[in-house]
Each structure stands twice: as structure tokens, then as C-alpha cells.
């Protein structure tokens, strides 16, 4: 693979991921039957939703990515007090939304210092998943520098089995499929989860797409390994409701590292929030830069 590939699919997971988030936010908590009596098919960025975002604006799942990127471009690796650092800085900005258990995590690391929280049966949402896409690029050459920055990061937060879990595989997913792999190791790797973790199997697909970290990687991988285009994928995936934000931006990720920037729609990109998408253009690269040297 040359590094212009590595980039672009690259650069697709990660503005795939935005698309994701700011087209799922109009739809997030609504059940698959609201959205159709209100849309038909919601396939536009339009913003609203319960957030009342503008057209094109992202929610907490691109901010804290973009946060765990920039602490990692700023030290050339891997700094998790400046991580925390910069989660505290983020929750201080009054954020659109922030979910409970990130709050808590960020909390504590603020008024304690603490990184981590011990294991909490409460902890297994989706909130430390949701931005690990910036250690996936910086460590595409690394497993495992790739394991252990994942769980340090998602454990100011998120602390369960499950979580962690499914962090890694779906940060795994990622790097192959940058790394020019196909379906077939894609599925290797979700097959390993369910083994690990028989909740996570996702066929026939139970149709719940809560923040849940089991319901979001069902959702996120029956409709990734079922749909044939960028588009596609990412239409089926936020009108099933839910948290859609999230596993829009998920299934965006890996729908975007598999198809590459240029299968993204235009129509997309140009309502994307422009300040948001130049970060995430101005990190990927560096991010990728970094994954040389590392």
C-alpha cells in the first residue's frame, strides 16, 4: 500500500466518521418508525434533531476524537494526562452533548487526577469506542502500542469488558482495512469478538441500536457487512434510530476506511461544519505521518 492510499482511506474513516455523526444527531432517540413518518428516509445533513444543531454541526463523538488527536500530534505519541487534559478542556467548552459516564470519568480525572475508574457494570456504553479513531491512524504499524493506548484512553471513562472489547476490534477492523485488507479479515476479526463475547453476535440482527456498547456494534457491523456503498451503509444505519449519532459515525469509520474519501458524498462533505473538516484533514495526515516514525 502506498502511503497516498493509506491516506485516503484513512482520510475516509475519519471524515466518514463525521459525516456519520452529523447526519445521525437529526435522528438520535427516534425509533425507526418516527423517522420514516417524518422523513421517509433521512439522507441529508440538515441538523435539528433534539440537540437543535445547525446543518452540518457534530456532536461529542467527533469533538472528543478530534481532543485525543491533537493531544497525540501535540507530544508525537502518547501523553494520557494530556488526553485527560484535553477531555476536561472539551467538557469546560459546554459541549452540545456529553454522555453520563463520560462526564463522571472526566470529572473525577479533573477534581482527583485519577486516569482511571475501576470496573463498573454501568461503564459498558460507547462512549470510549466512539473516539478511538485517532490511536487506530497513529498506530497502524503498531498493535501494540494500538492495545494499550485504546484502553488507557478508554478507561477515564469506560472501564468494562465489553467496551474494551469492542474498542479493539473495531479499531482493528479499521487497520486492515486502511492497510488495503478485505472483508473476509474484517469478518476474522468480528468472529473473534463473538467468540470472546457471545452477546456481540449480530446475525440474525436483534434491531437495537442504543448506547449500549453491545446494541451499537450489532448495529454497526449487520449493516457495515450487509450494504455494498458509502452511502448506503450510512442511510441504513442512522434510520435505525437509536444512538445515531454514534453508530452513524461507527459504521462511517469503517465504511469510509473500506470504500476511501473519494466514495463520500459530495453533497455530504460541502455541509459538513468546514472548521471541523479541515482539523480532521489536518490531523489524519499527521496522525498517518506519525504511524511512519513510530
Not at 112 to 124: I, N, T, V
Request: negative net charge.
Amino acid at each position: 500500500m502506498s502511503t497516498e492510499q493509506i491516506l485516503n482511506r484513512a482520510l475516509g474513516a475519519y471524515l466518514g466518521f463525521a459525516c456519520g455523526d452529523a447526519l445521525g444527531a437529526t435522528v438520535e432517540f427516534m425509533t425507526p418508525k418516527q423517522i420514516q413518518k417524518r422523513y421517509d428516509v433521512h439522507q441529508d445533513i440538515i441538523g435539528g434533531g433534539w440537540l437543535t444543531l445547525e446543518a452540518g454541526q457534530v456532536t461529542d463523538d467527533t469533538q472528543m476524537s478530534l481532543a485525543l488527536g491533537q493531544a497525540i500530534i501535540d507530544h508525537q505519541g502518547w501523553n494520557i494526562q494530556a488526553v485527560a487534559d484535553n477531555f476536561v478542556a472539551w467538557l469546560e467548552s459546554d459541549p452540545p452533548d456529553i454522555g453520563n459516564t463520560c462526564r463522571r470519568g472526566i470529572t473525577r480525572y479533573r477534581d482527583s487526577g485519577k486516569l482511571f475508574g475501576l470496573p463498573r457494570e454501568d461503564d459498558a456504553g460507547n462512549g470510549s469506542c466512539m473516539r478511538n479513531l485517532p490511536v487506530v491512524l497513529a498506530t497502524l504499524n503498531r498493535p501494540d502500542y494500538f492495545s494499550e493506548w485504546s484502553l488507557q484512553q478508554s478507561h477515564i471513562t469506560h472501564n468494562h469488558p465489553l467496551s474494551d472489547a469492542a474498542t479493539l476490534t473495531l479499531g482493528r477492523i479499521v487497520n486492515r482495512l486502511i492497510n488495503g485488507q478485505g472483508m473476509d479479515a474484517c469478518k476474522q476479526e468480528a468472529e473473534w469478538l463473538i467468540d470472546q463475547h457471545g452477546e456481540f453476535a449480530y446475525s440474525p440482527y436483534p434491531g437495537k441500536a442504543s448506547g449500549y456498547i453491545v446494541d451499537t456494534v450489532q448495529t454497526v457491523l449487520h449493516y457495515f457487512f450487509s450494504t455494498d456503498s458509502f452511502e448506503s451503509c450510512l442511510i441504513a444505519t442512522v434510520n435505525q434510530g437509536g444512538d445515531a449519532d454514534t453508530t452513524g459515525a461507527l459504521v462511517g469509520m469503517l465504511a469510509g476506511a473500506k470504500y476511501g474519501v473519494g466514495q463520500i458524498p459530495e453533497r455530504w462533505l460541502t455541509r459538513l461544519d468546514q472548521q471541523i473538516a479541515d482539523q480532521i484533514r489536518q490531523q489524519t495526515t499527521g496522525l498517518i505521518r506519525l504511524a511512519e516514525l513510530l
